[in-house]
């Protein structure tokens, strides 16, 4: 199992750091864990495109974790020549809204997909690309879940939990994705809490969202997701993870000093491997165990 890390950024712009995404190789499947701004452009230059995508879990629909969706979703299709089963979508309560108001027949895009579907042009391209006519419009359907499903596909297994972050408006859910040759756990944008160090449990990786330095002010946001840095530290040592990785990085802590004093206070309570992590950073997992 391979981790690759598509987006480790904020909603900030940053040319360094695009919005959150995250790469997982597991059996015969291409899995996502979110797709925000950028993370299209970073699975391109992993060598992935659309197509090869299986599976896509978000974990809430903050744009900065989803946006890059329309990409994703209509080069699959368009580049498929409906020679694809559907790529499976899985997120939070809201989504089968948010997927119909793109891409349903009176979606943002229904225009663009009206005139792929019907043009003698796209009629040309979809064929040649192995398409047999009439061109059916793109499957919208996807899979709401809540805490306590199970997702299972190529010898993988996904748990999740509710996480605070910026509940009631959006659910925000963390995943933990179990295979023969190890386990994933990622926080979404949410704070440590008893759910997510369940999930986190004995994992080879742990991927948790790390915006804010340890403070009065930081920490007394932790309901909103950003619990500073020494109680992430905390949360990865108490579940006994192997490799905890920083992600969701703002460009105020991402420098010099300040991240250099952040890795030494996290090493201080957390015994574990400590990557600070960076777009495009691939992380392998069982016989090449990090």
């Given at each position: ?45 992993a060598g992935q495109g659309a197509t090869d995508v299986t599976h896509v879990f978000f974990s809430h629909l903050h ?8 990409r994703l979703f209509l080069n699959r299709w368009d580049l498929s020549g409906g020679l694809r089963a559907p790529m ?25 997909l009206t005139a792929r579907i019907e043009h003698p042009d796209s009629h040309r391209i979809f064929e040649s690309r ?161």
């Amino acid at each position: 199992m391979k981790l690759r890390l598509l987006g480790t950024g904020t909603p900030v712009p940053s040319l360094e750091r695009m919005s959150s995404g995250y790469l997982i190789h597991s059996g015969g499947d291409v899995i996502l864990f979110d797709h925000g701004p950028g993370a299209y452009h970073r699975l391109m230059e992993a060598g992935q495109g659309a197509t090869d995508v299986t599976h896509v879990f978000f974990s809430h629909l903050h744009y900065d974790h989803c946006a890059d969706l329309v990409r994703l979703f209509l080069n699959r299709w368009d580049l498929s020549g409906g020679l694809r089963a559907p790529m499976k979508i899985f997120g939070p309560p809201g989504l089968q809204r948010f997927i119909d108001r793109l891409f349903g027949p009176e979606g943002a895009f229904a225009d663009d997909l009206t005139a792929r579907i019907e043009h003698p042009d796209s009629h040309r391209i979809f064929e040649s690309r192995g398409g047999t006519l009439p061109r059916p419009w793109p499957e919208t359907g996807v899979t709401e879940i809540e805490e306590g499903d199970v997702v299972e596909g190529a010898g993988w297994r996904l748990t999740l939990a509710n996480v605070p972050h910026v509940q009631p408006y959006l659910i925000c859910h963390a995943f933990r994705l179990e295979a023969a040759d190890g386990v994933i756990a990622y926080s979404g944008d949410g704070a440590p809490c008893k759910a997510m160090g369940k999930l986190a449990r004995d994992a080879d990786v742990l991927v948790h969202v790390c915006s804010r330095a340890s403070g009065v002010d930081a920490d007394a946001a932790d309901t909103a997701g950003y619990a500073g840095h020494k109680k992430i530290a905390r949360l990865a040592q108490d579940a006994g993870v192997k490799t905890l990785v920083t992600t969701h990085l703002q460009p105020s802590i991402d420098q010099g000093d300040i991240k250099e004093r952040l890795t030494a206070d996290i090493e201080e309570i957390y015994e574990g491997a400590l990557i600070w992590g960076e777009d495009l950073m691939e992380i392998a997992i069982g016989e090449d165990r990090v």
